[in-house]
Structures are given as structure tokens and as C-alpha cells.
């Protein structure tokens, strides 16, 4: 079953940077759709950046100009990169991700199995 695995969490210091990394396990079609979710103890799950079918994209107001979604076709994997990082950055980040396996019409919806990424003052 066609599956996102998640890598590249972390602990870094305030206005450091890194790369989220959420590859497909599995063989489709294309990736249609894709979103990073993040959520802090004690609060709500919250939309950081999506990546639409021919190439937008759409960012939160705190992380718009410091985080940038991607994605690599040959890879299969869609990237979080985070640059000028804060404390209140600090949270476990999701990917989520509309999929199209090669032996379906119809795209399925897969979340991420959600990596820790800790910025320190």
C-alpha cells in the first residue's frame, strides 16, 4: 500500500535552518496534491504550507518568507525547507498528501508518520 515517510527532524538553534523530507513508499502515478501540518502540546494541529497540482503554493502568515514547500519528481518526495527558524517554531510536523497509485484512477490520502523539530532560544 502506497505510504509517506517522513524524515529530517531535529533540534537546531533559533535562525537555523532545516529540510523536511516526506518521500512515497510505493509506485504511483503523481503526487497531486501536498501539505505540511505541525502541532505544538496543548494546541491544535495548524496548516504551515500546501503545494497544488501545476506548481502553487500557499504559506501561513508566521512562516510566509522563511519556509518553502517543494517537491522533487524523479524522488517522489515533497520537502519542507525552514530557514530563520524560531522557538515557537518549535512543534511535531506533518505531511499530507493526495496520491494517485499507478493501478488507480483515484487519488487516496496519506498522512506522514510526523517527525519532532525543536529550535531552541
Known amino acids: 500500500q502506497v505510504q509517506l515517510v517522513q524524515s529530517g527532524g531535529g533540534l537546531v538553534q533559533a535562525g537555523g535552518s532545516l529540510r523536511l523530507a516526506c518521500a512515497v513508499a510505493g509506485n504511483i502515478d503523481s503526487i497531486n496534491s501536498a501539505s505540511w501540518f505541525r502541532q505544538s502540546p496543548g494546541k491544535q494541529r495548524e496548516l504551515v504550507a500546501s503545494f497544488f497540482a501545476g506548481g502553487s503554493t500557499n504559506y501561513a502568515a508566521p512562516v510566509l518568507g522563511r519556509f518553502t514547500i517543494s517537491r522533487d519528481n524523479a524522488e517522489n518526495t515533497v520537502y519542507l525547507e525552514m530557514n530563520s527558524l524560531k522557538p515557537e517554531d518549535t512543534a511535531v510536523y506533518y505531511c499530507?498528501?493526495?496520491?494517485?497509485?499507478?493501478?488507480?484512477?483515484?487519488?487516496?490520502?496519506?498522512w506522514g508518520q510526523g517527525t519532532q523539530v525543536t529550535v531552541s532560544s
Open positions: 499530507n498528501a493526495d496520491l494517485r497509485p499507478r493501478s488507480s484512477i483515484r487519488a487516496v490520502n496519506r
